[in-house]
């Protein structure tokens, strides 16, 4: 494990937030990026940026150019990019990516695959 160095993003540059106070069961279909601080139950389909909030909790299989866990995530996670989980961080589930990053601290229980970004 490593220490993460994400791109630290403002609430301003999300298309859409999902706050603490919302519960949604469904498909999630996005291309901007999209902020979850609430949770998510379901499934994830992305082609934009998807961060996952300290305090979020997201059970459901997710899709997408780039993930950032810093919140609960059970689900298989595969991106285009990479894949970072912070200190903060829990993923169970397996992870699919060119680039995973793992900060130390953060709960990791699964498999981890990297693939070259034209696989």
């Given at each position: 494990m490593t220490d993460v160095?994400?791109?630290?993003?403002?609430?301003?540059?999300?298309?859409?937030?999902?706050?603490s106070d919302i519960d949604f069961s469904g498909t999630l279909h996005f291309d901007k990026p999209f902020l979850i601080r609430g949770?998510?139950?379901g499934e994830i389909n992305?082609?934009?940026?998807?961060?996952?909030?300290?305090?979020?909790?997201?059970?459901?299989?997710?899709?997408?150019?780039?993930v950032l866990?810093?919140?609960?995530?059970?689900g298989d996670v595969t991106a285009a990019e990479k894949v970072e989980v912070t200190v903060t961080g829990k993923l169970s589930g397996n992870v699919t990516a060119p680039e995973i990053f793992m900060e130390t601290g953060c709960i990791f229980n699964g498999?981890?695959?990297?693939?070259?970004?034209?696989s």
């Open positions: 160095y994400n791109d630290f993003m403002e609430d301003n540059e999300f298309d859409t937030i999902l706050s949770k998510v139950f992305a082609t934009g940026i998807l961060v996952i909030d300290e305090n979020a909790v997201v059970n459901a299989n997710i899709h997408a150019q780039r866990i810093r919140g609960q995530v059970k498999r981890c695959t990297m693939i070259g970004k034209n």
